[in-house]
């Protein structure tokens, strides 16, 4: 176990990212582009080789260690961060059996309902970070803010053809998502729907899934659109990554988030709040001017200031 009483400076030098890839992963490659080591957690990512690892871990097979990536124990660093995506109990077991003196953070960007158990991580192994209040309070995690990958932000164009988009994987909210498709489109909006199946090979199971779009690709859209729709999960109040990406983009978002009104970028000529605001208002929502945001107040907001929120605060906020 690592000292206690050390103090951790944020230095990109002394952290490496662990975090599961696709081909095009924005996020990866995104942490990659602003300076931060960062490897796959596995061997083995073809098509066929994942789905054969994920059925191995599914039937809880021994030797799981196998499967993992062996560049991890010829890193020397600090800190490990160790982001959820398809992370297994074992896995960040074994990161810290081959790295005893090393800091281990294992960070949720997703809800626990979608992830792993944090009970089954022992705080003495890693700890645990989360975005999410409900999670952290539940679990007894450290809480973060959330962040924006300040590298991907854009400059919308002027003419805009878009006037709602979506992109997002389906995560139970397939029939709400085509419901509001069709109010949109009743009420003369022009709205783009990109919605995704929860794994690469579902794709099939139902027509309304498409393929998964790359992040740049989606930025496309994303500066010639008014406005974004974010719709969280049940029960989820904390700031997504959508309506961070809105206050740095200065696009629209139009989200069923009701805890945005707490955020403190929160003003009603950025956020239509569903559930709360008259739909009827809806075209002025969109057509009207957007509040612009001070760069100075987006700063504690960027990737970096958040990990070194992270890196820094050694104890953090325990819920």
Known sequence: MSDNSKLY?????????????????????????????????????????????????RLNLPKKEIWFNR????????????????????FIFWVKENHPNSRIIFEYDNRVSWSLNPDKIDERVAEKWTYDADDA????????????LDIYRIIPQKEKSIDVLYLGRDKGRLNELIDLEKTFDRMGLKTKFHICADRKFMRYKNR???????????LEFLKQSRAILNIVQNGQNSITMREYEAVFDGIKCITSNQGIY?????????????????????????????????????????????????????????C
């Not at 309304?208 to 989606?218: D, S, V």
């Open 9 to 57: 400076v944020f230095d990109k030098k002394n952290i490496c990212y662990i975090r599961a890839k696709e081909k095009k992963d924005y996020c990866f490659d995104g942490i990659k582009t602003m300076g931060y080591d960062i490897i796959v957690p596995y061997r083995g990512n073809n098509l066929l080789m994942r789905v054969f690892r994920e059925i191995w871990f």
């Open 71 to 90: 560049a991890v124990k010829t890193k020397n660093v600090d800190i490990f961060i160790i982001k959820d995506p398809l992370i297994i109990a074992e």
């Open 137 to 148: 309070s539940k679990y007894g995690m450290r809480l973060k803010h959330g962040a924006y």
């Open 208 to 218: 309304r899934y498409q393929k998964n779009m790359l992040y740049q690709e989606y």
């Open 262 to 318: 707490g955020f403190e970028f929160y003003h009603p000529s950025r956020f239509f709040v569903l559930g709360r605001d008259d739909l009827a208002g809806l075209k002025d929502f969109i057509e009207s001017p957007f509040a612009p945001v001070m760069e100075s107040d987006l700063k504690q907001y960027t990737f970096d200031s958040m990990v070194r929120m992270m890196v820094e605060n050694r104890g953090g906020d325990n």
